[in-house]
């Protein structure tokens, strides 16, 4: 069995010095794990469109774009997301994620980003889609710094298990198409889906809008992260013929 993370990379300065970041968020590369073979890294062919609109260069641990990685042990960019469970807060940081203390290295990059504040990188999981068509991905809220302070006195009032409402934004100024999370019975928009996964869940908003759900799972007040502030499920489902992630920006430079 295969499991495949992706990582994003932001747009944070610019394709030159005269020109002010988009902050837009690009899929860039794909980390496939095997337990039988290892790790495997490629770009994807995100990192062309990033290069072209932003000015992405790659990365110094895969200086080139079109090379097949491997290792056996996982590839130090991703491992140094990872907190040692020797550290003394592992415990909280598990309990953040809602995820269990037996937790491996992937299920943790695959709910918490493996973001840091420090650089323009974070890791998503690819969707998976069942049987029936129904799917289900997690993720943390983006954008809730930057809604007024009435929207963010009701984040913090949350519960786990509330529904929000999924609305679609067509004209947002920094991503173009963008979808928001809204409270559902006073109607505060708190907060937006990440921008890497926005082509494959609109498809759910397209085509199956009755399917749809999403929900709160839990919200971690200070002093957690603010870019682990809310912990969201979005569901929905998908017709056979609509397979995620997989347009042309997440198809590997390398086979």
């Known amino acids: 069995m295969t499991r495949v993370l992706y990582l994003a990379w932001q747009d944070k300065h610019g394709s030159s010095a005269h020109s002010k970041p988009s902050r837009q968020w690009f899929p860039v590369g794909r980390l496939d794990v095997r337990n039988d073979s290892g790790y495997r890294f490629r770009y994807i062919k995100g990192a062309l469109v990033a290069q072209e609109k932003a000015g992405f260069q790659p990365l110094d641990a895969f200086p080139e774009l079109e090379k097949d990685y491997r290792s056996r042990h996982l590839f130090a960019l991703f491992r140094n997301r990872v907190p040692s469970p020797d550290r ?3 415990q909280s940081m598990l309990k953040r994620l809602d995820l269990s203390s037996g937790a491996d290295p992937f299920e943790i990059l695959a709910v918490s980003g493996g973001a840091r504040q420090t650089d323009n990188l974070e890791v998503f999981p690819r969707i998976e889609k069942r049987s029936d068509g129904g799917f289900a991905c997690r993720f943390f809220l983006h954008g809730w710094r930057y809604v ?5 006195e009701r984040l913090m009032q949350l519960k786990t298990g509330e529904d929000l409402q999924v609305s679609v934004e067509l004209n947002n100024p ?3 198409v963008a979808l928001q999370l809204q409270t559902c019975d006073d109607y505060h928009m708190l907060g937006w889906a990440p921008r890497y996964l926005i082509s494959d869940l609109l498809k759910a908003v ?3 809008p009755q399917n749809l759900y999403a929900q709160v799972v839990q919200v971690n007040p200070p002093p957690a992260p603010h870019n682990q ?3 969201l499920e979005f569901g929905g489902y998908l017709p056979d013929e609509i397979e995620p992630m997989t347009n042309e920006q997440f198809e590997p430079l390398v086979a």
């Open 148 to 152: 007024n302070e009435s929207a963010k």
């Open 88 to 90: 003394g807060d592992y």
């Open 206 to 208: 397209i085509e199956a």
């Open 174 to 176: 920094a991503t173009g």
């Open 229 to 231: 502030r809310v912990l």
